[in-house]
């Protein structure tokens, strides 16, 4: 907490968003007992500050999550021990100073009540790994400053909480020089790892001591990196798909006739995919999980969608010029192209034994995107009704 306060990341706006917006489903699994909110739960306990942070000079962001103070201490001390819902009343009981949720919410939001900030200061949401066995839960004293309840600017935030005097002592930033490398190759093997132990043996398969093993790194270091084992199976989906979509967005078919650009495009996937097995692998396994961890990532959602409006550009350009049928859906061609890169790897130990033939083999698999190639150039040609009104047209 102390160094978060002396950095004033402004990134931390964005993070903290989303990390609120899972905060109640996140309680219900908490009040019913379920352990399997451990992992949010601790993403949610570093947002609870990095929102104090990053809100205190944005009234919108401290109305939106001026109530993550008191929900975390009131909820916090359950979810150690998972003992459902008697236990947070108990614990509810037991703080009788922390305002009740259930009540009428304060009009000011910017004035966070007292008594919870000064609790979660004392706190210092040292127990990140809430739940975790064989973790002791320290009660350290409260930080200075934090029996003040005025808000204070990003800028002010270190002098006001920690004093000038502390700030000064040491510039404190971003790891650099060789400490950043290491930092970012010991992270980089860790999520190389993972995706390999993820693509053969799943979620549930995949084994943490396992990965770190393989990653020659302590256990530890995933939970320091990743938060938890759902998080990292997250980054490692969010590295494969970003690979995918940041390879695409390299294309330039800005000035590539249209039909030629889409088909680029297809060719690209398609090799894609052959590339990286991993890529088929993880996808098959999240689909049959009903992307439930996928649903969590923040970052596929944003590089997907100028994938999606590269086509539409090509479509538009070449409905223009009557190179291309009019009226297509950008998100159905992406789909089609996908699927014609797709099915044959995904399903290829399960047709190979139906049909007696290797559909590993290069040749048959040349052969296969050949004719999905030409497939696809025939349905994005125009129609002959449009043909004829684009000769009627130029004529």
Known sequence: MRRSLRLGWRGWKAQVVSAHRRLQSVEGRLMSGNPSSVGQWVRFGRGAHRARVAASDRPVLMTTHSN??????????????????????????????????????????????????????????????????????????????????????????????????AVGKKKIGPPTGPRAKNTAETRERILLSAIEHFAQGGFNGAKTEAISRDADVGNRMIYHYFGDKEGLYVAALDHVLGGLRMEELKLDLSVTPPLDGLLTMFDFTSGHFERHPELVRLLSAENLMGAAYLRKSEATPMVASPVVGQIRDLLRRGEAEGSVRAGLDPLHVYVMMVALSYFHLSNAPTLSAIWNQDLTDSAWRAEHRRLSRDMLRTFLAPTAAQAAMNAADRG
């Open 68 to 165: 993550a103070p008191d929900r975390y201490p009131r909820y916090h001390p359950p979810a150690r021990g998972f003992r459902g819902k008697p236990a947070a009343h108990q614990h509810r009981r037991r703080r009788g100073g922390i305002a009740d949720l259930s009540g009428p919410r304060r009009d000011d939001a910017i004035s966070l009540p007292r008594d919870n900030l000064a609790d979660v200061g004392r706190r210092r949401l040292r127990p990140y790994r809430a739940g975790y066995p064989g973790r002791r839960h320290s009660q350290p004293e409260p930080l200075p400053g934090f029996s003040s309840c005025r808000v204070v600017t990003i800028a002010e935030a270190p002098s006001a909480i920690l004093g000038t005097a």
